[in-house]
T-cell receptor, first 115, second 111 residues
Framework: DTGVSQDPRHKITKRGQNVTFRCDPI?????LYWYRQTLGQGPEFLTY????????KSRLLSDRFSAERPKGSFSTLEIQRTEQGDSAMYLC?????????????FGQGTRLTVV | GEDVEQSLFLSVREGDSSVINCTYT??????LYWYKQEPGAGLQLLTY?????DMKQDQRLTVLLNKKDKHLSLRIADTQTGDSAIYFC???????????FGRGTSLIVHP
């Protein structure tokens, strides 16, 4: 088990371009989360999947953002028409319920810079 | 992170104990977590405590929970330079599976 894997680690893109990030959760973890973190802030929740179902989306997730988890394993997060304000670290986490606890394990993140 | 509050900075001398504090607002939170983030890296889960516990100890880490005051603390004994990082408190509100994070406390350990 290699932990939560995110790709790419870094992405620099021009304003207006589309970008897509990938997350591979820990195997058999049925819950997957996307967070965004900007400098000096804690992770802010974007969206959450249980298996392939997207169960919750934050108000932060504008129409330009879309996330998928088609087979209940890996997930992708796409940002269309990127803006400079989208520059941030995008973190993926996964968890598997044991009883009532659902401790989330994070990947290393994808750092997006929009120029 | 506006529902979870932490002080932003803490500076300690190597070998001393560090105490990082956190307050949360959701009294229904069942689990509370401490994560560590080193520069340029993701978050590493350090420990967690269930809401029916007052204290949990794990090697150099001691977590104290005051549920009445919704106050959580993390004590690191014998703090080392390798403990320098940002520490995040997170709550799991009752009925939710989504951890909510504070802004983090930057721990600086100096010789």
């Amino acid at each position: 088990d290699t932990g939560v894997s995110q790709d790419p680690r870094h992405k620099i893109t021009k304003r207006g371009q589309n970008v897509t990030f990938r997350c591979d959760p820990i195997s058999e973890h049925n819950r997957l989360y996307w967070y965004r973190q900007t400098l000096g802030q804690g992770p802010e929740f974007l969206t959450y999947f249980q298996n392939e179902a997207q169960l919750e989306k934050s108000r932060l997730l504008s129409d330009r953002f879309s996330a998928e988890r088609p087979k209940g394993s890996f997930s992708t997060l796409e940002i269309q028409r990127t803006e400079q304000g989208d520059s941030a670290m995008y973190l993926c986490a996964s968890s598997h319920p044991r009883g009532k606890n659902t401790e989330a394990f994070f990947g290393q993140g994808t750092r997006l810079t929009v120029v | 992170g506006e529902d979870v509050e932490q002080s932003l900075f803490l500076s300690v001398r190597e070998g001393d104990s560090s105490v990082i504090n956190c307050t949360y607002t959701d009294s229904s939170s069942t689990y509370l977590y401490w994560y560590k983030q080193e520069p340029g890296a993701g978050l590493q889960l350090l420990t967690y405590i269930f809401s029916n516990m007052d204290m949990k100890q794990d090697q150099r880490l001691t977590v104290l929970l005051n549920k009445k005051d919704k106050h959580l603390s993390l004590r690191i004994a014998d703090t080392q330079t390798g403990d320098s990082a940002i520490y995040f408190c997170a709550e799991m509100p009752g009925g939710s599976y989504i951890p909510t994070f504070g802004r983090g406390t930057s721990l600086i350990v100096h010789p």
